[in-house]
């Protein structure tokens, strides 16, 4: 078992909107690149590589043994290690890590196999919570604190060492934008309870225009939740 992905799984499932806002930012790249085949690395139980399926070849990476089992179930091959699928001789034309790279401990092993996964021009995509987060910095809530650095969380990124970290693995960076995955009503929640599922909890608190006025305010700010970055393969 990875030391990083030990008992993880999909302990902390994200919004319902997620799944729906990749598939959509994947499919607006096929028409550039022409996707045809989607590693999704740490995929968890199989939620993204089912919804994907439907359009191009899905595979995964899952280390936590239950959550593997319940992806295999999916059917699509998911391997247990990176070390596995390059010795199946794996190539893919995308490899996506949504909520991955902060567990690595030591991500340049994981990066340099990923570039081999990757055809020549491939691509890789990394979704990861911001170091800069607004509840972090602007807000400085300790229980938002205490909940976020835990043990299976070595390390944050902001954009900048995002992006050179990538660039060190012998990938070009195309985007390095941010979203902000949890609302305002999630953020009222944590400054009024301390608590996570404020997005839920509260969700009828504030909507509409308030809550996406909210949300542009903190990706320009770069104080959004979580960082997108979509590198491609260095030949």
Known sequence: MHEWASGYGDTLPGPST???????SIKNLDMKYKIESILDFGCGSGGMISALSPW?????IEPDLEARELANQQGSKVYESSELALYDGLQVDVVTLFHVVE???DPSIELERIH??????GLMIIETP??????LT??????????????????LHSHKSLQAMVERSNFTVIENLGTQR???NNHLYWLAKGLPGGHEVWSGKLSGDAIESYARSLVANKTCDTLWLLAQKNH
């Not at 081999?116 to 021009?121: A, D």
């Open 18 to 24: 997620d799944i729906t806002r990749r598939i959509t």
């Open 56 to 60: 191009y070849e899905t595979l995964g």
């Open 103 to 105: 567990h690595f401990y």
């Open 116 to 121: 081999n996964l990757l055809r020549p021009g």
């Open 130 to 135: 911001n170091s800069y987060d607004a509840l």
């Open 138 to 155: 602007e807000y400085e809530n300790l229980e938002f604190q205490n909940f976020t650095y835990w043990s299976h969380h070595p390390m």
């Open 182 to 184: 949890y609302n305002l």
